[in-house]
T-cell receptor
Framework: DQQVKQNSPSLSVQEGRISILNCDYT??????FLWYKKYPAEGPTFLIS?????DKNEDGRFTVFLNKSAKHLSLHIVPSQPGDSAVYFC??????????????FGKGTLLTVNP | EAQVTQNPRYLITVTGKKLTVTCSQN?????MSWYRQDPGLGLRQIYY???????DKGDVPEGYKVSRKEKRNFPLILESPSPNQTSLYFC??????????FGPGTRLTVL
């Protein structure tokens, strides 16, 4: 039973345009959501996060939107750059036992930004 | 520099030959975990540790063991590796703000 779903295995966009990566979740207990970026031959790196008490969080070119009623979040990258080409993982956690440490990851979306 | 290190980065072994993948972090984090990444399956947690001498199973623990004798180290042990454990393995540690820092990965091939 996949609790965090990234239904698009890949996405291709032109440099300068917007990239929108989507993520759906099924567990209504999740209250903290994160996006990670992964280049080949490297470990994932944290990109941006959002708490369930918010519906938007912005950090430079990256914005994450959370729609709790739809159990959906999205990552917007504007403008997209070729260096953004990577696999993006959506992850979620909930406050079990006093900590939010356990993350459940989606399968990832490969973003390719074409020059 | 704050980091998570793993060794070895690449390993080819044979079925049944015990192996250990080491993981070390220099950030004094209490929570550490191991993941495996497989095509089409994303990252799945194998084991985690809330602190020294406190470990628990993740989502795919079968065939693996861990230990946490000291805060900085969290080795992953495969007592009798099998080909279905061929994968890319990541160690991670969490800050108190729940930012998860990943190691560079260990690519394991079991023949």
């Amino acid at each position: 039973d996949q609790q965090v779903k990234q239904n698009s295995p890949s996405l291709s966009v032109q440099e300068g345009r917007i990239s929108i990566l989507n993520c759906d979740y099924t567990n209504s207990m999740f209250d903290y959501f994160l996006w990670y970026k992964k280049y080949p031959a490297e470990g994932p790196t944290f990109l941006i996060s959002i708490s369930s008490i918010k519906d938007k969080n912005e950090d430079g070119r990256f914005t994450v939107f959370l729609n709790k009623s739809a159990k959906h979040l999205s990552l917007h990258i504007v403008p997209s750059q070729p260096g953004d080409s990577a696999v993006y993982f959506c992850a979620a956690s909930w406050n079990s036992g006093g900590s939010n440490y356990k993350l459940t990851f989606g399968k990832g979306t490969l973003l390719t930004v074409n020059p | 520099e704050a980091q998570v290190t793993q060794n070895p980065r690449y390993l080819i072994t044979v079925t049944g030959k015990k192996l250990t993948v080491t993981c070390s972090q220099n950030m004094n984090h209490e929570y550490m975990s191991w993941y495996r990444q497989d095509p089409g399956l994303g990252l799945r947690q194998i084991y985690y540790s809330m602190n020294v001498e406190v470990t628990d199973k993740g989502d795919v623990p079968e065939g693996y063991k861990v230990s946490r004798k000291e805060k900085r180290n969290f080795p992953l042990i495969l007592e009798s590796p099998s080909p279905n454990q061929t994968s890319l393995y990541f160690c991670a540690s969490n800050s108190e703000s729940n930012e998860q820092f990943f190691g560079p990965g260990t690519r394991l091939t079991v023949l």
